[in-house]
C-alpha cells in the first residue's frame, strides 16, 4: 500500500508530489494507528504564495482508494489537508527549468522571458492543456505580462481563451527564474489537424512568440442513442440529458465486474467539467461499489461536447465477493470535482424543480 501526498498551487495545478511504500498492511493489527512521514520537494521556480496539500492511497496509482465516512462511500480519493504558504525560494537556473524553448525576451525593465513549454501537444477538444513561461527578474517585481494564446494554420486564428496578466510576486532568493503556469481549454469545435500554437506578449508585435505545432484530435461524434440500450430521460440540470443505459457483469481479473455503459444527450453548451458518479447501492441505500471520474476515462469531458451531441460513456464497478446476495440498484449522477464540497448538477423533476440528485438507472440481482 502507497501512502501519496500532492502539491497543488490556486489553479489546482500540481506542482510536487511524493509517494511512499508503507510497511505491509498483513502486518498490522486492529486498533493500529500507523504514523506516516512524506516530505514533498518545494520546485526551486514555484513562485511564494498559498497552496494546498491533498493524500490518498492506492495500491493501483490509477485507482486510489474512495474516502469513507462511516459506511459511506464518498465520491473523491484524496483528502485537502487545507492552505500551507509557500516561502519563496531560489528560482531555477537554467539547468533545473528544462524547458522546451529557451528564450531571451527583455520587457525594458529588466525582466525576461528565459524559456518556455507546451504539454500536451496532442490537444482533445474540450480538454486542458498548459503553456509554462520563465521569468527572471531583478529585485521585487511583476512576473509575466499579458500574454495571450492563439492557434493559427491557413490564415484562421483561433484562441483557447486565455489571457494571462502581470503578477506580483516576492522575489526568488537564489536570482534564479520563476515559472508561470497558464490552464487553456482546448476549443470544443476546433476542427482536426496540425495548428501553430503562438503567444503574443504585451502588445509589441515583434514579442510574438512561435511555440512550435500542437495537433488537434478529432472525435467521432453521434447524435442517436443505439437501439440496444434502454431508453432514459433524465434531466441534470437543463444542460445533460441522460438518455440511455446498458450494463453487463462478466468475470475479470479481479473478480466480478459490472460495466455500466450511459449514454448522455448534450443539450447547451457546457462550460464546466464535470465528474460522474456510478454508484451501486445496497437495498438500504449504502454504496457498496462504485465508479467515478470523467467521461470515458477524461477522453470526452463534457466541456467538448456539442448541443445535442450523444457521449457513449462506459464504467466498470469491481463487485465484492463477499457481496450479500440481494437486490441492488445503480444510481448515476454529476458533480465537480474542482469544487469545495463537490458540488453537484441537479436532477430536474418533470415541473422542472430539482430532485435528489441522483438517477437510479437500472436494479440487478446478485446471486451467491
Excluded at 501519496?4 to 498492511?25: C, E, I, K, M, R
Excluded at 521585487?140 to 481563451?161: K, M, N
Aim: net charge negative.
Amino acid at each position: 500500500m502507497t501512502f501519496f501526498a500532492h502539491l497543488l498551487d490556486g489553479n489546482g495545478s500540481s506542482w510536487a508530489q511524493a509517494d511512499v511504500l508503507t510497511y505491509p498492511t498483513s502486518d498490522w493489527r486492529l486498533g493500529d494507528r500507523v504514523y506516516q512521514n512524506l516530505e514533498i520537494p518545494v520546485p526551486p521556480d514555484m513562485p511564494a504564495g498559498s497552496a494546498t496539500v491533498k493524500v490518498g492511497v492506492y495500491e493501483d496509482p490509477s485507482r486510489p482508494f474512495p474516502m469513507l465516512l462511516g459506511d459511506e462511500r464518498l465520491p473523491f480519493t484524496s483528502l485537502n489537508l487545507g492552505v500551507t504558504e509557500i516561502l519563496p525560494g531560489p528560482g531555477a537556473d537554467r539547468a533545473e527549468m528544462a524547458p522546451e524553448l529557451e528564450l531571451e525576451v527583455s520587457l525594458g525593465d529588466g525582466r525576461r522571458l528565459v524559456g518556455a513549454t507546451v504539454a500536451p501537444r496532442i490537444l482533445e477538444p474540450g480538454g486542458e492543456f498548459e503553456l509554462s513561461l520563465w521569468w527572471e527578474c531583478p529585485g521585487e517585481c511583476y512576473v509575466g505580462e499579458r500574454v495571450e494564446a492563439l492557434l493559427q494554420r491557413d490564415g484562421e486564428t483561433i484562441s483557447p481563451g486565455a489571457v494571462s496578466s502581470p503578477t506580483a510576486v516576492i522575489p526568488p532568493a537564489g536570482g534564479g527564474a520563476l515559472r508561470e503556469r497558464l490552464i487553456l481549454r482546448v476549443p470544443r469545435d476546433i476542427p482536426r489537424g496540425q495548428w501553430r500554437f503562438v503567444a503574443q506578449v504585451g502588445a509589441e508585435p515583434e514579442r510574438t512568440l512561435d511555440l512550435g505545432e500542437v495537433f488537434a484530435a478529432g472525435v467521432e461524434r453521434a447524435y442517436t442513442v443505439p437501439t440496444e440500450a434502454s431508453a432514459l430521460d433524465r434531466d441534470f440540470g437543463g444542460l445533460i440529458h441522460l438518455v440511455g443505459v446498458e450494463s453487463s457483469e462478466t468475470e475479470g481479473d479481479g473478480g466480478r465486474e459490472l460495466e455500466v455503459v450511459l449514454y448522455w444527450r448534450c443539450d447547451e453548451v457546457v462550460d464546466q467539467s464535470y465528474t460522474v458518479f456510478v454508484h451501486l447501492l445496497s437495498p438500504e441505500g449504502g454504496i457498496v461499489a462504485g465508479s467515478d471520474g470523467p467521461p470515458q476515462k477524461g477522453a470526452r469531458p463534457t466541456t467538448g461536447w456539442l448541443p445535442g451531441e450523444v457521449v457513449r460513456d462506459a464504467h466498470t464497478l469491481r463487485l465484492d465477493p463477499a457481496l450479500t446476495p440481494d437486490r441492488y440498484s445503480v444510481a448515476v449522477g454529476l458533480y465537480r470535482a474542482d469544487r469545495p464540497g463537490y458540488p453537484r448538477l441537479s436532477l430536474m423533476a418533470a415541473e422542472g424543480q430539482p430532485e435528489p440528485n441522483a438517477a437510479t438507472v437500472l436494479e440487478i440481482e446478485v446471486r451467491e
